[in-house]
């Protein structure tokens, strides 16, 4: 039973299951590979060793005798210090080298290439260096070496993609940095990793890698300001969003609406899931959240509205047009 | 020569010993006999573990599926913060505390600890302190931050309801029990021994107790401390830790950290020992390495202060700082491993009896270690920086505590059942719940290793259908209600045996330690007479005396 | 056993010592509120509760040599230069809170308030422990010297003035060498 246990677990260990893709994550998962090996090992080795002397001195029937009555043993007391200590200073040496690897000190003055603000229950995406701001689904380019800034809002939060390495807190009144090496393009998933609260499991994270062209183009469009509503349901949703409450948490860049208390709304529609992954980005989605926001995301900080059917139908065009 | 010491009477009787036992529930609750006291700290932390349990079994429900609506986000952090609180504070330390105050006067030949009112008075505080902490239910709501609490979600503009006030308040109280239980146990240690019985001649358990009782009055004062500003901070907009106002959000994982890792020296030390004496006694031979064992306890509370922060790899403290307590935290891993090796070497070379004690020390030596191993990953920055705040951690926590803690616990509940009770704990049944737990208990906890590899964070109400999640979490729920059920069938076991068990005698197991020597339950006064010690094996030595003089 | 409860208060203060210290490097303090502090008035009631040391001290030995009136006076003394140590604390929260320096005001009136106000405290459970004792004494209860209820209260009350000096040191008068 002990060894198909133990074995079952070993097997689970040596699974890389992270599949690093970033410079960062590969380091890292090196490191956790050698350890997977180690810890393997150390585990065997006491399995074996409690299982054959379980068996080799198990009590016998009629077995008057009294067993040799060693107390103890310097040089193996020697041993079972020494070789654990050698090992972990190799493994701290390791870890000494992949953590300047992998995070390396900021030089003092430098712009980072994002800045993430964590809000209860949804990130803040800042480009400084483009002058865009978006929320939720963070648009990275592949292959540079990104200096990502990470704030809160509130309370601590914290950034991980695991395919994508290590995490980071974002602390309240400290600025906390991270790099990232981003090696190919694709779609990566991660979650908010410090309890922040009652909607923290659906903090999630969406990080769009692309290659620099598609990068700068997506950064561009994101410049821009927001669509002018043409048709008169959707002016009549863009005069709803910004004379009623709505103006007064969320900003839709163009517009006078300009808060960051909830997730900025300029190029909503251009997002592929809504609530931070709670939920797909369509207007089915949309017009239940914002009929009803403390039944489909309970606690979150925008309030039950109560609007009429037609408001809400207005609304919700007018955000999907939003691209 | 082997000389008899008379133990003497105290001159005039404590007061609540002339109670008579007929007096029933009003003896129990007025006793300051340490045996009566220890059983009912035991009896707190049974009857909180069945209700920290079924905190963990409505989690488990609402995990047990993705994007489960069985629970209300508000509901289930409550309950996971009472779960670790609860489990930590009202089971663990009453355990091993209500273990300590047991058998410490009895290892050492009193009778009785040093302040036996202050035993009372310890006890009781520890039970209100728990009652106060559950009253928030009934209040508004309970502690809904988790159970380290962190700020600014602690504060009251992130937590309006009063639950963590009562939490501030309920583990005031309950430290306090346990500081001067530690207090009272750390002077009967040193004054209380009987003739001949140096401290290096102390039963290993006796000497964990005395190291951990330093370690507990040296740590609960951060945590106090903490609690202390928490409360000036929501009662009196005071302003520790609220970052709009200049506080400071680390500020509080420092104070609570500086305690926290030491909490968990304490609540796995004295199982330690437990499982020096099973060790020996169900080896037939003595622990190997005595001094190498001792010693490694006193180097893991000392180095227990000075790793704290690697709770805190992920929040910026700077690569140095973060170094050094990668080093110290990997440090600290070594004495625990000598200890492991110490008992394997304890039974080469035995004669080894499968009690249900000795299945679950063994089982502890392999579950531990996975704990232990999986504890040393995180020592590796590198590596905590992609796992902590996982499922990787909580199967981490989970495997010390349950595979260290609680099984050290039950190997002690086994052993010792028979002298606190007079009875034998039925073995045959045992055996059962032994196997079942152990089953449901891997079921629930060895998969969430690769939950957390997968990329699963803890402390979320519910998850995303990713793949692999949904069925290593509904795998990880059934082996918790199988845990859940072997449980209460270790309560039907407890409860049958104290009614119809077999008698135990003075002495069910040969014995190496002084408990041994008195009957079984011991009487108020537990020993009229105790031989004079010469060694670490005092009852070995008068048996062989015995064994000779009949020759 | 007092010395171990002393141990588990010392860490305590040690805690709120290295909060106060902590915060001020962190967020830093107003440097009005650092001027506000009176470090001549304070110190002049610092070396009054150093004497009730002193005089518990002699208390003692009078003790130990069974002069029992003599035991009474210096209690006497002592207890009343902890109460005056105590009024002095007062004296000095009256005129902060008067010049709106409040445990809710900023990070200083916080850390301060809880430091000193928590060392308060426990002068003042020391007082009470003394004029418990004092009480006793005048029921014939320390008559005999075999006690040694008298040196574990002394050990309490030379905490109490050690755990001043610290913090005394700490916050009024290191920061008159650094930046404040």
Known sequence: MFISIAYFFQIILLQSVENPTSYQAEKINKLFNYFNIAAACMLLLVCFLVIFICIKFKEKKGDEREPKQTTGNKKIEALMIGIP???????????????????????????????????????????????????????????????????????????????????????????????????????????????????HAWMRINVIAQNENDFQNWLAQNSKDAVVPTDSVAIKGSEIFETQTCASCHRIQGTTATSNVGPDLTHLASRTELLTGLMKNNEENLYKWISHPQQVKPGAHMPDFKYEKDTVNAIVHYLSLLK | MNQSIQIPEPASPFPGIGVSSDQGLLQWISSVDHKMIGIMY??????????????????????????????????????????????????????????????????????????????????????????????????????????????????????????????????????????????????????????????????LFVWMVFVNSFLLIAAFPSLNAALAMLLLDRQFQAHFFNTANGGSALLWQHLFWIFGHPEVYIVILP???????????????????????????????????????????????????????SASSMLIGIPTGVKVFNWIATMYGGKIKFTVSMMFAIAFLIEFTIGGLSGIAFSIVPIDWQLTDTYYVV?????????????????????????????????????????????????????????GMLGMPRRVFTYPDLPGYAILNLISTMGAFLMGLSVLLLVYIVYKSIKNGKAAGNDPWNGFTLEWLTTSPPPLKNFDEVPEVKSRWPLWDLKQLKEESRK | MMKLVVG??????????????????????????????????????????????????????????????????????????????????????????????????????TSFYALTGFHGFHVFAGLVLLSIILVLTFFDDFNNTNSNVISTAGIYWHFVDVVWIAVFTVVYVLPQFTKY
């Open chain 1, 85 to 199: 200590a050698l090992l972990l200073v190799w493994f701290f040496y390791q870890s000494l080298t992949t953590m300047h690897a992998v995070a390396s000190p900021v030089p003092a003055g430098t712009e980072p290439d994002v800045i993430i603000t964590g809000h209860q229950w949804w990130w803040e995406v800042d480009y400084p260096k483009a002058n865009v701001v978006t929320a939720n689904q963070v648009h990275l380019p592949v292959g540079k070496h990104l200096l990502m800034e990470m704030r809160s809002a509130d309370v601590i939060h914290d950034w991980w993609v695991p395919e994508l390495g290590n995490k980071m807190d974002l602390v309240p009144k400290i600025n906390n940095y991270l790099w990232l090496d981003i090696n190919k393009p694709g779609n990566y998933i991660g979650a908010c990793s410090e309890f922040c609260g009652a909607q």
């Open chain 2, 42 to 203: 035991l009896l707190i932390a049974l009857i909180f573990f069945l209700i920290g349990g079924a905190e963990a079994l409505l989690m488990r429900i609402q995990l047990g599926q993705p994007v489960n609506h069985f629970l209300t986000p508000e509901a289930y952090d409550q309950i996971f913060t009472m779960h670790g609180t609860t489990m930590i504070f009202l089971v663990a330390m009453p355990a091993v505390l209500g273990f300590s105050v047991y058998f410490t006067p009895l290892m050492i030949g009193a009778n009785e600890m040093a302040f036996p009112r202050m035993n009372s008075f310890s006890l009781w505080i520890t039970f209100f302190g728990g009652l106060l902490l559950y009253f928030s239910f009934l209040a508004g709501g309970g502690p809904d931050a988790g159970w380290f609490n962190y700020s600014p979600l602690n504060e009251k503009n992130y937590s309006s309801s009063n639950g963590i006030d009562y939490y501030a308040m309920g583990l005031l109280l309950t430290g306090i029990g346990s500081v001067t239980t530690s207090i009272n146990l750390i002077v009967t240690i040193l004054h209380y021994r009987v003739k001949g019985m140096k401290l290096n001649m102390l039963p």
């Open chain 2, 395 to 451: 199967a981490h926590l989970h495997y010390v505590f349950i595979g260290g803690t609680i099984f050290g616990v039950l190997a002690g509940l086994f052993y010792w059942f028979p002298k606190m009770t007079g009875k034998m704990l039925d073995e045959k049944m045992g055996k059962w719940f032994f196997w079942l737990f152990v089953i449901g208990f891997n079921g629930t906890f060895l998969v969430q290793h690769a939950l």
């Open chain 3, 8 to 109: 588990t208060e010392a860490m305590f203060f040690i805690c709120l010592i290295l909060a106060f210290i902590y915060m001020a490097y962190n967020t830093g303090f107003e440097p009005h509120d650092m001027k506000a502090l009176d470090i001549k008035t304070t110190g002049i009631f610092t070396v009054i509760l150093i004497s009730s040391s002193f005089t518990f001290w002699i208390a003692d030995k009078n003790y130990q040599k069974g002069k029992i009136k003599n035991l009474k006076i210096w209690l006497i003394i002592t207890i009343l230069l902890g109460a005056t140590f105590l009024i002095g604390q007062g004296e000095e929260y009256w005129r902060l809170m008067n010049d709106k320096i409040t445990l809710s005001s900023s990070v200083f009136g």
């Open chain 2, 271 to 325: 199982p330690f020992g437990i499982l020096s004496e099973v060790f020996p006694v169900f080896s037939r031979k003595p622990i190997f390495g005595y001094a190498f064992v001792a010693a490694s306890s006193v180097a893991i509370a000392l180095l227990a202060f000075g790793v704290w922060a690697h709770h805190m790899f992920a929040v910026g403290l700077g690569n140095t700082v973060d170094a050094f307590f």
